[in-house]
């Protein structure tokens, strides 16, 4: 009888694993393309990324208010509880490698009445103990485990991927705020401007010299630049409370800090291409999400396979407490056994397919994820090379409006050019300034989307 039920045990052993499959080998740089030596948009591999990029713009306010908002910043909080429940699931997971065992006192009281003897009362104590345990022969629960710890692993990635992507907003809403104020500036000297025109205009129409179309266009003009300044004042503030918020602050609209903006950080860090898997957060998370569907396709595969069970239930009973501890008393009982599945109705097949179909899915996000990543990166180290040339043309253009601008009041106070010339004189000024500011500060923004495409720390 051993022998034949030994026979039927291996028999449903191998009839089991006919059916199952091993998982993939994963490598981090199957990324679904090749991966070239170095980058096109600099045609060097160039020097790597800085670990500490908010460091390399030399600015104190701003690396504070980084660290600041790294500390207070509640969407942030958020994010590092959701770590701390992946670690909790995964311990879940893994318990039950271990045995499971449950103490369960009772306590009953009871009465009996007999006729003709009375009532007699007697109570009667319970310590009872049980024991269950999955032997985990084929690394089922193991699986399941490593599944948790995958997960685990990718919410801690994207933990990461938040602190990076909240530097980043931070260090731009900064360049924000101070290029509105610099705007600002700009626009206060134009409406400074637009008030000499208007005083001259007006000297020139009191004398006869000009007419009042001349006189009411300047007016308007200024009435125009008065809008501009105040809306570039409003600006400022909505981005300090933009920032505030980000900060974890209450958006009071105090902040004080930002005034320049800086030239961008000498450099352009790019690295490797390959070195892009392994920094940036969100790769990590997705090939973490891929490693824990194929440890889950691993799992469901080995629900064909045979479980060993072990189970145990013992304790004492007695009407005296004292005999609870009395080792005599105790009665246990001992079961090994074996689950083997026959017929599910499909239930095994189907959570089989389910999870091959997740895996195959999360194959296609990390490959997708991969390519978008270096689409980034590219993308950013083009798009700087053509920011500094539009800069240099601005610059350029600045210079030449400043020279046109003074050579139109000189021209005008002479009679020689009429009134719209000259307030377009002025406004080619205020624009060209303008863009020239919206540049340096797209430049700046740029170099901070190129620290994020590169991933790495803050």
């Not at 319970?126 to 948790?148: C, H, K, P, Y």
Request: charged fraction near 25%.
């Amino acid at each position: 009888m051993p022998k034949i039920l030994g026979l039927a045990i291996l028999s449903i052993f191998l009839l089991s694993i006919g059916g199952c499959k091993t998982a993939p080998e994963r490598r981090a740089d199957d990324a679904g393309a090749k991966i070239p030596s170095h980058w096109s948009g600099t045609g060097e591999s160039g020097q790597p990324a800085p670990e500490h990029w908010v460091e390399t713009f030399g600015d104190p306010d701003l690396s504070a208010l980084v660290h600041s908002a790294l500390a207070d910043n509640y969407d942030l909080k958020a994010a590092a509880t959701r770590v701390n429940a992946a670690i909790a699931q995964a311990r879940i997971d893994g318990s039950l490698l271990w045995p499971q065992i449950f103490f369960n006192p009772d306590y009953q009281r009871a009465q009996i009445r007999e006729q003709g003897f009375g009532s007699a009362k007697y109570s009667v104590f319970d310590a009872m103990f049980s024991l269950n345990w999955e032997l985990d022969v084929w690394g089922r629960i193991r699986d399941v485990r490593q599944a948790a710890i995958r997960d685990a692993d990718a919410i801690a990635a994207d933990l990461h991927g938040a602190r990076l992507s909240l530097a980043a907003r931070i260090a731009q809403s900064y360049f924000d705020l101070a290029e509105a104020r610099l705007q600002s500036e700009v626009a206060e000297q134009s409406v400074k401007d637009r008030r000499t025109i208007v005083q001259l205009v007006r000297g020139r129409f009191a004398r006869g010299i000009t007419n009042a179309l001349d006189l009411r266009l300047a007016l308007t003009d200024l009435a125009t630049a008065e809008s501009e300044l105040t809306e570039a004042r409003n600006q400022i503030q909505m981005v300090i409370r933009r920032l505030e918020v980000l900060l974890g602050r209450y958006p009071a609209g105090r902040l004080t800090e930002a005034s320049i903006l800086p030239e961008p950080p000498p450099g352009l860090p790019s690295g490797l291409p390959s070195e892009l898997l392994e920094r940036r957060p969100d790769l990590i998370a997705a090939f973490n999400r891929l490693l824990a569907a194929d440890s889950r396709v691993e799992s469901s595969r080995k629900l064909l396979l045979p479980r060993i069970v072990l189970t145990a239930a013992g304790g004492t009973r007695s009407t005296a407490l004292t005999d609870l501890v009395d080792p005599r008393s105790l009665a246990w009982n001992v079961v090994i056994g074996m689950l083997q599945p026959l017929f599910t109705g499909g239930r095994i097949r189907g959570e089989i397919h389910l999870n091959e179909a997740r895996a195959e899915e999360a194959v296609n996000l990390y490959k997708s994820t991969a390519l978008n990543a270096f689409r980034e990166v590219e993308q950013v180290l083009a798009t700087d090379e053509w920011l500094r040339e539009q800069e240099k043309a601005l610059r350029h253009a600045v210079e030449q409006t400043e020279a046109s601008r003074k050579l139109a009041i000189y021209s005008y106070q002479l009679g020689i050019i009429e009134i719209l010339t000259l307030l377009d004189s002025y406004r080619s000024t205020l624009n060209a300034q303008s863009a020239h500011l919206s540049v340096k500060r797209q430049l700046l923004t740029n170099r901070i989307n190129l620290y994020l495409a590169l991933g790495g720390g803050v």
